[in-house]
Each structure stands twice: as structure tokens, then as C-alpha cells.
């Protein structure tokens, strides 16, 4: 019942949203909506449906969240190991987007888009999806010699889907296909809570072993493939830096170094100021320059 402008494509929308229920897509639909009113649009537009499932997805933006050029840096170069890798290793799903505009609990975010409704997952692209989440850790470290807390969500995405390989999914070769740990679930919260260790301690040393292994396969493999394509990295954080999110074209055309296309996009209403903020001595350190424009339209 919303106007729709003619960007808005429905599919791409689907397939970014899986496992939304009715109530969340409603939800989806009514914030775009409201942005669309908030910048007296006559119609939706594809960048409203975005920025909609965006918050749905990962909270509001925080533009207003005091972030230092180095932190910035930093995430820049973070979230472009995960786009760069989307991007290049086999298997992996395509990238959607990538962003550094703070959003609820995350200082960027990179946004994979499946094919089509995945059910069931290959070891191919789990371990894929492994490589992707070591990207972030992978480029600061090589890029800046130092490492940060931002992987954290990362390396615990990819052990729990390691663990899961070699204890749930037999796709260990050292373990075989077999079942490691009965779960209690509390059928009332719906969710895993506790895991009863139904094997030797022996068994339990393999575990931790494949487990790791996994992980430390993929992270070499990313680290070999960034490494390989560092001039693209570095292009795309540099983009990232400027622009603040790409599209999967912007990072085909940063790849291929390209000069970047810089799509019109609709207006957003203006970025609150951002405040002075007091530093750790009690200093204020002065207003900070204003954020990056987002591209303008052309006409
Ligand atoms: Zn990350």
C-alpha cells in the first residue's frame, strides 16, 4: 500500500531479509515510510528500504557516536578484509554492501547477500564463511601491526561454526561422522543452554584440535589472499574512508582499480552535528569536523 519509487527491488529485498517474520517485514516497511515522509519523498525509495532493514537488522545509526579518525581508520580497513574476502573467496556468498556508519553495537558493518534461501550449507562455503570472519582481524593486524577487541563477534562467529562442523555436522575427517555432546534444550526459551559432555577427555583434546585447526586453515588462506590483492584493500578502505558505504559494483570497480562511479543517490536529511566530546583528561577536544557528505544527486 506504500508508493514505491522504481528502484525498489523486491528481490534483492527478500533475499536480504531472510527469516523475517510478517511482523518484521511490516515493521521494515513502516520505517522506510517514515524516512521516505521524514524527506518529504512522494514515493519509497531503494536507499529508505535500506537504511529501514539496516536498523531493523542492526539498530539505529549513530552518527552522533564520537569516533577518532584513527578508530575510523581502523574499522575502515576492518570491515574491508570482510568485503575483499566476500569477494574473492570461492563458495562465499556475494557481497551485498559494506558500511562504516556506526549502527547500534557495530562500528561497520559487511553485508553478504545469498543467491537464493540457503537451507543447507556445504563445508565449501562454511569454510568460506570462516575466512570472511577473519578478514577484519586480518587487515588490521597487517595493516596497522596491532590488533583490536572489534573481532570479537568475528572469531566467536567462527568457532561456533568450527565446533559446529566437528560436532554436529561430522565434518571432520579426524572425528568422523558422529555426534559430539547431547544438548539440553529448554524447550520453553527455545534456546541451546547447556551442552552434556557425552564423550572421553580424550575425545574432547580432538575436538579442540580440529576445531582449531579449522579456524587457523581459513585464517591462513585469508591472510594469503589479502595479502595477494593489498593494493585492493587499501583502495577499498580508502573508499570506505570517503564514502562510507559501497555497493557490490563500487567494489568490483575498486577491485579492477577503476575509478570509483559515484552513484546520484537521494537526499538524506542532514547528519545531526556532531557534539565536542570531553576527553579521558576531562578536556573537551573541540567540535570535530563535519562527517563526510554523502554523495549528492547530480541534478
Ligand atoms: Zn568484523
Given at each position: 500500500?506504500?508508493?514505491?519509487?522504481?528502484?525498489?527491488?523486491?528481490?534483492?529485498?527478500?533475499?536480504?531479509?531472510?527469516?523475517?517474520?510478517?511482523?518484521?517485514?511490516?515493521?521494515?516497511?513502516?520505517?522506510?515510510?517514515?524516512?521516505?515522509?521524514?524527506?518529504?519523498?512522494?514515493?519509497?525509495?531503494?536507499?529508505?528500504?535500506?537504511?529501514?532493514?539496516d536498523k531493523?537488522?542492526m539498530g539505529a545509526e549513530r552518527r552522533s557516536l564520537i569516533i577518532?579518525?584513527?578508530?575510523?581508520?581502523?574499522t575502515?580497513?576492518?570491515?574491508?578484509?570482510?568485503?575483499?574476502?566476500?569477494?574473492?573467496?570461492?563458495?562465499?556468498?556475494?557481497?551485498?554492501?559494506?558500511t562504516i556508519i556506526p549502527r547500534g553495537m557495530a562500528l561497520g558493518l559487511?553485508?553478504?547477500?545469498?543467491?537464493?534461501?540457503?537451507?543447507?550449507?556445504?563445508?565449501?562455503?562454511?569454510?568460506?564463511?570462516?575466512?570472511?570472519?577473519?578478514?577484519?582481524?586480518?587487515?588490521?593486524?597487517?595493516?596497522?601491526?596491532?590488533?583490536?577487541?572489534?573481532?570479537?563477534?568475528?572469531?566467536?562467529?567462527?568457532?561456533?561454526?568450527?565446533?559446529?562442523?566437528?560436532?554436529?555436522?561430522?565434518?571432520?575427517?579426524?572425528?568422523?561422522?558422529?555426534?559430539?555432546?547431547?544438548?539440553?534444550?529448554?524447550?520453553?526459551?527455545?534456546?541451546?543452554?547447556?551442552?552434556?559432555?557425552?564423550?572421553?577427555?580424550?575425545?574432547?583434546?580432538?575436538?579442540?584440535?580440529?576445531?582449531?585447526?579449522?579456524?587457523?586453515?581459513?585464517?591462513?588462506?585469508?591472510?594469503?589472499?589479502?595479502?595477494?590483492?593489498?593494493?585492493?584493500?587499501?583502495?577499498?578502505?580508502?573508499?570506505?574512508?570517503?564514502?562510507e558505504?559501497?555497493?557490490?559494483?563500487?567494489?568490483?570497480?575498486?577491485?579492477?582499480?577503476?575509478?570509483?562511479?559515484?552513484?546520484?543517490?537521494?537526499?538524506?536529511?542532514?547528519a545531526p552535528?556532531r557534539e565536542?566530546?570531553?576527553?579521558?583528561?576531562?578536556?573537551?577536544?573541540?567540535?570535530?569536523?563535519?562527517p563526510?557528505?554523502?554523495?549528492?544527486?547530480?541534478?
Amino acid at each position: 500500500k506504500i508508493p514505491r519509487a522504481e528502484d525498489v527491488d523486491l528481490s534483492v529485498l527478500a533475499r536480504s531479509t531472510p527469516g523475517f517474520s510478517g511482523a518484521d517485514l511490516a515493521n521494515l516497511v513502516n520505517e522506510a515510510a517514515l524516512m521516505a515522509a521524514r524527506n518529504t519523498q512522494k514515493f519509497v525509495s531503494m536507499r529508505d528500504f535500506e537504511s529501514s532493514k539496516d536498523k531493523v537488522l542492526m539498530g539505529a545509526e549513530r552518527r552522533s557516536l564520537i569516533i577518532t579518525d584513527e578508530e575510523k581508520k581502523i574499522t575502515a580497513f576492518h570491515e574491508a578484509g570482510h568485503a575483499l574476502l566476500a569477494a574473492l573467496v570461492p563458495h562465499s556468498d556475494p557481497l551485498h554492501k559494506v558500511t562504516i556508519i556506526p549502527r547500534g553495537m557495530a562500528l561497520g558493518l559487511t553485508q553478504q547477500l545469498p543467491s537464493e534461501e540457503k537451507h543447507n550449507w556445504s563445508k565449501e562455503q562454511l569454510e568460506a564463511r570462516i575466512a570472511v570472519c577473519m578478514g577484519g582481524r586480518i587487515a588490521e593486524e597487517t595493516t596497522f601491526g596491532q590488533i583490536t577487541t572489534g573481532a570479537q563477534n568475528d572469531i566467536e562467529q567462527a568457532t561456533e561454526m568450527a565446533r559446529k562442523m566437528v560436532c554436529e555436522w561430522g565434518m571432520s575427517n579426524a572425528l568422523g561422522p558422529l555426534t559430539y555432546g547431547k544438548k539440553e534444550e529448554a524447550i520453553f526459551l527455545g534456546k541451546e543452554f547447556n551442552r552434556h559432555q557425552d564423550y572421553s577427555e580424550a575425545t574432547a583434546l580432538k575436538i579442540d584440535a580440529e576445531i582449531k585447526r579449522i579456524v587457523t586453515e581459513q585464517y591462513e588462506r585469508a591472510t594469503r589472499i589479502l595479502t595477494d590483492n593489498r593494493a585492493s584493500l587499501v583502495r577499498v578502505a580508502e573508499a570506505l574512508l570517503e564514502y562510507e558505504v559501497l555497493d557490490a559494483p563500487q567494489l568490483k570497480q575498486l577491485m579492477a582499480g577503476e575509478p570509483l562511479a559515484v552513484k546520484p543517490a537521494a537526499p538524506l536529511a542532514p547528519a545531526p552535528p556532531r557534539e565536542a566530546r570531553a576527553g579521558e583528561d576531562g578536556r573537551t577536544s573541540g567540535i570535530l569536523p563535519p562527517p563526510v557528505a554523502d554523495p549528492r544527486p547530480t541534478s
